[in-house]
């Protein structure tokens, strides 16, 4: 396996954690039914822009970045604060939550799964690791609104589309393709399958349970 350095530069990552906290703001802001409060916009817009890189940090056994250093916490809370400042300005614009969460998927899926290369994780877990990072903030958003977890129901493609992405990376960096150019080409992918999936109802087949056929007994004589 090629030998891969962790070298995502800061503004990447703030850049990420930002958009993340813009997504997650405007997503909570738009949920009127539930009657959420000034804090608790701010708190999801933390959850999705930080709640991936979180566990991605416990899974891989390392301090967590967003506790640890000032700027993600700064960053994302300024971008949810944004966002739901703007809110009533670009509700017309709500079409605009499903690219900017597939974009934030994609760079944070870019980023766990590089980062677990790194740190000598091998190309399966480091997958897994990427998809974690990508849906990690998304799935911990799903559980604070009370709401059904986006990637595990139909008509969704969050872990497949998350998978494609970080899948090539892996794959691309695995046979020598620079990393900067691997995530690139993962954050393009994740956000063509997302999107793709949504515009042309794309599903993964629905768990039916299995039916035995009965053969109609013969008939007395």
């Known amino acids: 396996m090629a030998v891969v350095t962790f070298q995502v530069a800061l503004w990447v990552e703030l850049f990420a954690a930002g958009l993340g906290g813009l997504q997650g703001a405007l997503f909570a802001a738009d949920a009127r039914n539930r009657r959420i409060d000034v804090l608790g916009v701010l708190i999801i817009g933390l959850v999705v822009a930080l709640g991936g890189s979180l566990l991605r940090d416990v899974v891989l056994n390392q301090p967590p970045v967003v506790i640890w250093m000032n700027w993600y916490l700064v960053v994302?809370?300024?971008?949810?604060?944004?966002?739901?400042?703007?809110?009533?300005?670009?509700?017309?614009?709500?079409w605009l939550i499903t690219p900017l969460d597939a974009v934030v998927m994609g760079l944070f899926g870019a980023i766990a799964a590089t980062k677990a290369l790194s740190l000598g994780v091998g190309e399966a877990g480091?997958?897994?690791?990427?998809?974690?990072?990508?849906?990690?903030?998304?799935?911990?958003?799903?559980?604070?609104?009370?709401?059904?977890?986006?990637?595990?129901?139909?008509?969704?493609?969050?872990?497949?589309?998350?998978?494609?992405?970080?899948?090539?990376?892996?794959?691309?960096?695995?046979f020598g393709a620079p990393v900067p150019i691997a995530a690139l080409i993962c954050?393009?992918?994740?956000?063509?399958?997302?999107?793709?999936?949504?515009?042309?109802?794309?599903?993964?087949?629905?768990?039916?349970?299995?039916?035995?056929?009965?053969?109609?007994?013969?008939?007395?004589t």
């Open 187 to 220: 954050v393009g992918l994740t956000t063509l399958v997302r999107l793709a999936a949504v515009l042309f109802g794309w599903t993964v087949p629905e768990q039916r349970p299995l039916t035995r056929r009965h053969r109609p007994m013969p008939e007395q």
């Open 76 to 94: 994302a809370g300024s971008a949810a604060l944004v966002g739901m400042a703007l809110q009533a300005a670009i509700a017309h614009l709500a």
């Open 126 to 174: 480091a997958v897994v690791v990427g998809v974690l990072g990508a849906i990690g903030g998304g799935m911990l958003r799903d559980v604070l609104l009370g709401l059904p977890v986006s990637f595990l129901h139909v008509g969704t493609l969050y872990a497949v589309a998350a998978g494609t992405g970080v899948g090539v990376l892996v794959l691309l960096i695995r």
